[in-house]
């Protein structure tokens, strides 16, 4: 596997003179961009950050949100990415929980109430991390990493989005993240090539393949700080991008927008972070003549488990497992399940997380054994291809019977007129558990009728199967992520329901 390796020494496997970084005009070299990690981390060394500290880092996709990344920890400290679009009671849970006492930001915090109501009085250094990375320094250079530092040391703590209670940190080294970068080597990303970053730095998913991927390449990352169809086809044609990283959302809009002659550069396109409808898939294929290769992974694992390999993918497949990782199916027992049948994915590898931050017991759980169970229900075929069929936890159970989402909302994705739907399970006095499709139009439909996509359901679904309730959003809630927030859907949709109540 890798040899060792420090998640700042990235910058070593790109040519002096190359182009690491093009951030919105701004140009760094390898050169540049190591020298930048230095500058940084001999300030944050005179700011008083040590060892084994965890930093926050507040902003939104830059040049510099890498720069402090590295340069934190090149110090052997722990950065501690934060969503941005966090409200400041969430921010200050991370704050409390990681034991944070400095914070890279790209704008003002105000925090002292949120950290008060939750009993943190401790005082938070805030740094400006655009003046921080132009200041002009004159410090003496911070001491190197000690001789028994480990590249299985924290680096970061990824908090989870928290939908089954408060977040998570899952702790991963840079010997974890290090070794995912390497494991995606058969994505074939050269040092020619140009790789656009549009999903959010904060993200695990968005992090390691669109970045420290890259970096590993010795190619080059084109920095966009947030997705708008216009600058990012505007981007990949400029720029030339090749390969890229993004969620359906990214897909469905630019086939939607963009031109053949917009995407004819690309080479690669990866969909992750949350399932690919495969009406999406065939349509972007159409129109592009670029396939989709579908991968999968979880914070935990850092999050890269499976992908598509270019030029061998199978449609509605998540690829099959990346070297270096084993895997199983297994039942509820923990015992493999036979070939074509489903069962919870579990992994090892080198890219699995240390565990979760304070929390021992959920650290046991998750990797009892010694394998990291995903929470996630899947099939391999003869090939090893694997087909995620559904979240464990998004199961719905009615009248004994499983029902997987996943199944009922790819049918529905066919039905003409969809452009986006979830289904998720609400409380049944009858049957325990019904489900409730939500759903949105695609623009101009017109003469839908929900009865004829019930019809079409009681076609080719099992009656057991067939949503109880049909409800039209203008646009389903999405998570900074792109998935689809089925936990806001839920909450919502009992929300309502506990109203109607009570005017009754």
């Known amino acids: 596997m890798v040899r060792k390796m420090f998640l700042h020494e990235l910058t070593r496997k790109g040519r002096p003179n ?10 760094f070299t390898y050169d ?7 500058f940084c981390r001999n300030s944050l060394y005179a700011s008083g950050i ?8 507040f902003s939104r996709n830059s040049a510099e949100f ?38 890279m930001t790209y704008e003002p915090l105000h ?4 950290l008060a ?7 938070i250094v805030q740094h400006d991390i655009a003046a921080f990375m132009e200041a002009e320094s004159s410090w003496t250079a911070a001491p190197d990493l000690p001789h028994d530092f480990e590249e299985t040391s924290p680096a970061v703590i990824i908090y989870t989005s928290g939908t089954t209670g408060l977040p998570k940190g899952a702790v991963l080294s840079h010997r974890n993240l290090v070794s995912n970068a390497e494991q995606m080597t058969w994505m074939g990303c050269k040092k020619e090539h140009v790789v656009l970053c549009v999903l959010p730095m904060y993200h695990c998913f968005g992090w390691t393949c669109s970045v420290l991927y890259p970096f590993y390449s010795g190619a080059s990352v084109v920095i966009l700080d947030a997705f708008t169809p216009k600058e990012t086809i505007e981007t990949i044609r400029t720029e030339k991008v090749t390969d890229m990283y993004v969620v359906p959302s990214i897909c469905s809009l630019l086939t939607k927008l963009a031109t053949a002659e917009d995407m004819k550069s690309l080479r690669l396109v990866v969909s992750g972070g949350t399932t690919l409808p495969l009406k999406i898939e065939e349509d972007f294929i ?3 003549g670029v396939s989709i290769c579908e991968g999968y992974g979880l914070s935990e694992a850092s999050p890269v488990v499976t992908m598509n390999p270019a030029g061998k993918e199978k449609i509605g497949s998540i690829g099959p497992v990346i070297p270096g990782i084993q895997w199983r199916l297994v039942d509820s027992e923990g015992n493999d399940v036979h070939r074509g049948e489903a069962g919870e994915l579990i992994i090892k590898g080198p890219n699995v997380m240390l565990g979760y931050w304070n929390l021992p017991d959920a650290t046991e759980e998750a990797l009892r054994g010694g394998w990291l169970h995903t929470g996630d229900v899947a099939r391999a075929d003869e090939d090893g291809y694997i087909f995620i069929v559904d979240r464990l936890k998004d199961m719905i159970i009615s009248m004994g019977e499983n029902i997987y989402p996943r199944e009922v909302e790819e049918l529905i994705y066919q039905y003409p007129g969809i452009y986006e739907a979830a289904v998720v399970g609400v409380e049944d006095k009858l049957r325990g558990q019904a489900g409730v499709c939500f759903y949105a139009l695609q623009e101009g439909t017109e003469g839908f009728k929900v009865r004829d996509l019930k019809k079409f359901l009681q076609q080719n679904l099992a009656l057991y199967k067939i949503p109880r309730e049909f409800y039209e959003l203008e646009a389903l809630p999405r998570t900074s992520t792109g998935k689809i927030a089925k936990r806001i859907l839920s909450e919502n949709y009992n929300k309502d329901k506990a109203a109607k109540k009570t005017q009754k």
């Not at 040590?50 to 880092?57: I, K, Q």
């Not at 925090?111 to 949120?114: F, N, S, T, V």
């Not at 109501?117 to 005082?123: F, H, M, N, Y």
């Open 286 to 288: 159409a129109k592009f």
């Open 32 to 38: 540049e961009f190591a020298a930048k990690i230095k």
């Open 50 to 57: 040590r060892l084994g500290d965890r930093v926050g880092l």
């Open 117 to 123: 109501s939750l009993g943190c009085d401790t005082k």
């Open 66 to 103: 890498v720069f402090a990344y590295m340069g934190i920890v090149s110090l052997g400290a722990i950065v501690v990415p934060i969503n941005f679009q966090l409200k400041s009671r969430e921010v200050a849970y991370i704050i409390k929980d990681a034991g944070i006492q400095h914070i």
């Open 111 to 114: 925090l002292d109430d949120a």
């Open 18 to 27: 190359d182009v690491a970084i093009v951030d919105h005009g701004r140009r």
